[in-house]
DNA sequence: ATGGTAGTTTGACTA
């Protein structure tokens, strides 16, 4: 089973490029964010045209996330447990073949002490509650988190020192959800540094490698143990108007 | 020290 990731950064803008990409890729799940569509303008036809299922959360201009499967969904959430639905798209969940699966946006934070950035802290509090309560299942969490777990996963360490994404308490916040038993899974694969999901549209940062790893697929322990491979889709950043994000991904022998 | 780009939307915000 393959489930990918993907900060589409616009689904009406780049349609195209994602029924192509599933046409050539065929993944059983794909969990999107930044769709910046509300649910009336969801291309629900196109993607059942393609074979996919579709689970949206989305609002007007910003957020909204997705979960689209070749299996009928189950169960499907769109917000925080015990929550009323959120202001703000970020979140949605939805059971697949016996799994439980959530499609995250993570709040950017906007700058370190801002209150974008207790915001964000607050939500990653909010979100490590609620995936508590899911202990006992098997458990994926895809996303953007907006945070790079480590220094290995920033192309300059030093300059993005304490910065939106990488200040210390934002990567704490992100342990703490891990913590709850989830597993980084391009870890378990791929070791070495220069991996990165996004690169700003500006001053060339994809052209010099110049990236951040902020996007995952975190997978609970027995899950973890049935991942046979992980990787990130860099060619689907090149090429005309992509995204500033490239698709995550991770194949479980289940 | 600033602004560089992109998407949504037509002014300004988010990233």
């Not at 934070?109 to 006992?136: H, I, T």
Request: with cysteine; glycine share 6%.
């Amino acid at each position: 089973m393959k489930i990918a990731s993907w900060n589409i950064n616009s689904l009406r803008k780049r349609q195209d490029r994602l029924l192509a990409w599933l046409e050539g890729t065929r993944p059983d799940v794909v969990c999107l964010q930044e769709t910046k569509c509300t649910d009336e303008q969801f291309p629900v036809l196109a993607l059942q045209s393609a074979g996919y299922h579709s689970s949206y959360h989305g609002e007007k201009s910003y957020n909204g996330v997705a979960i689209l499967s070749k299996e009928k969904p189950q169960d499907v959430r769109a917000s925080l447990c015990n929550e009323v639905i959120d202001r703000q798209a970020r979140v949605i969940a939805a059971k697949i073949d016996n799994l439980r699966l959530y499609s995250i946006y993570a709040p950017n934070g906007q700058a370190v002490g801002s209150p974008a950035y207790e915001y964000k802290l607050n939500w990653y509090m909010r979100l490590r509650d609620c995936l508590s309560k899911e202990k006992n299942r098997e458990l994926i969490v895809c996303g953007d988190f907006n945070v790079a777990p480590e220094d290995i996963d920033v192309h300059d360490p030093m300059l993005w020192r304490g910065a939106i994404m990488c200040s210390d308490r934002e990567r704490a916040a992100f342990r703490q959800l891990c913590d709850v038993g989830l597993i980084d899974t391009l870890r378990l694969h791929r070791q070495e540094g220069g991996l990165f999901s996004w690169w700003d549209y500006r001053m060339l940062s994809f052209p010099k490698n110049r990236g951040l790893r902020i996007d995952a697929v975190l997978a609970n322990k027995s899950l973890a143990e049935k991942c046979t491979a992980a990787g990130i889709e860099r060619e689907m950043r090149k090429g005309k108007e992509p995204s500033d994000h490239a698709p995550v991904w991770a194949e479980f022998n289940l």
